[in-house]
């Protein structure tokens, strides 16, 4: 029999309609649209308004837009695996939700939290269901409303995050297209340069807390800015390496958007074209678990069968990793 792969064969995203720009935030904050484009890349970003309404409401309009696109039937779908950094609620799992409100009647359904590097772990985890030969359809999401987190007085944050979420799915392959090579690390010593310090099981969230806004995100950015640029490409490399890849190889580098600045050092750290490098920041800005799939949603009309796709990110924890994939289905648009 041949080998399973795990392969990404559908892809579906959402983000909301209230799109927060640099000059709205000029008036929030002491910034300008010149300072957040230089140093970030970003024009704009999007914010899920609604009361009421968390990150489960981004995933399952991400998961429908897939179920629409591809007609499969919910009741396929094996398991559910929600990627985020802002689940709904502490307990009751925001996927477990989502999985109901589609439809996945027949799924069972987790959350997976590793800040940026959520949704690149997921897809380790979910390509490991797959490869098992139990499960056929796994649907991996990766949402995440930020806005819930930020104070929109802190200059250092609310410039650089945004809310959406995106969806794929992983089906089983035997044409050894889909996961190949995956290298992910992790180091606590960095859960201090960025955190939400209130809300947790170590700091329960205190009246004192909420006034002194520490249960917002705080980050040191600089150091996450230099370990972000160092680690994202020292797996990227790592992975081109040991796979054997030469840049002519690789038809897109899928990174992580927190700043552009660190994905064009990463993009040049492995001497890629500048066309090879997916990007949507100015767009959305950094919304953590929903950038890789954003990319992908974004780019899926330029994907062919065959092409090699270099994953990167870095996140809090420090978390971060890189993955090689080539992508499984050319597209009908
Ligand atoms: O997804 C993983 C999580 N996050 C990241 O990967 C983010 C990583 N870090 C970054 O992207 C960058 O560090 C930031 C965008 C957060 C900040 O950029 P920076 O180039 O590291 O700026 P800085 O903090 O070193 O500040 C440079 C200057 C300072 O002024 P002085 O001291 O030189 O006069 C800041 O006060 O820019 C000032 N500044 C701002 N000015 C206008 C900092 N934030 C702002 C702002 N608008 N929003």
Redesign the pocket.
């Known amino acids: 029999m041949s080998k399973i792969s795990a392969a990404i064969t559908a892809v579906g995203a959402y983000v909301p309609d209230y799109v927060l720009t640099n000059q709205i935030?000029e008036t929030m904050?002491?910034?300008?649209d010149e300072?957040?484009t230089s140093?970030?890349g970003i024009k704009e970003r999007r914010i899920l308004k609604d009361v009421g309404k968390g990150t489960s409401f981004l995933a399952i309009k991400a998961a429908q837009d897939l179920i629409n696109k591809t007609g499969i039937n919910p009741k396929d779908i094996d398991l559910v695996i929600v990627a985020t950094a802002t689940p709904d609620m502490k307990a009751a799992a925001t996927a477990v939700f989502t999985a109901t409100s589609i439809g996945a009647k027949n799924a069972f359904a987790f959350d997976l939290e590793a800040?940026?590097s959520s949704f690149l772990y997921g897809m380790s985890v979910a390509a490991r269901y797959i490869e098992s030969g139990k499960y056929k359809k796994v649907l991996l999401i990766g949402a995440d409303k930020n806005s819930s987190m930020i104070n929109y007085e802190d200059?250092?944050?609310?410039?650089?995050f945004g809310d959406g979420a995106g969806a794929v799915l992983f089906e089983p392959n035997t044409d050894n297209l889909g996961l190949q090579d995956e290298y992910l690390r992790s180091d606590g010593a960095g859960r201090e340069f960025?955190q939400a310090t209130y809300g947790g099981s170590s700091f329960p969230i205190t009246p004192e807390a909420v006034a002194d806004g520490r249960h917002y995100v705080f980050?040191d950015?600089?150091t996450?800015?230099k370990n972000?640029v160092s680690r994202m490409a020292d797996a990227a490399v790592e992975i081109l390496d040991r796979n054997n890849l030469t840049k002519q190889d690789v038809s897109w580098l899928v990174a992580?958007q927190?700043?552009k600045?660190?994905v064009d050092a990463t993009a040049s750290r492995m001497d890629l074209d500048p066309n090879k490098v997916m990007m949507n920041i100015q767009r959305y800005g950094?919304t953590?678990s929903a950038t890789l799939p954003l990319l992908l949603s974004d780019y899926e009309s330029l994907l062919k069968k065959g092409d090699n796709l270099i994953f990167a990110a870095?996140?809090?924890g420090f978390t971060w990793g890189s993955i090689y994939l080539k992508w499984a289905y050319n597209s009908k648009n």
């Open positions: 935030l904050v002491d910034t300008n300072w957040i140093r970030t800040a940026c200059r250092a944050t609310c410039i650089i960025l980050q950015g600089k996450v800015f972000a992580h927190a700043n600045r660190i950094n953590t870095f996140g809090g």
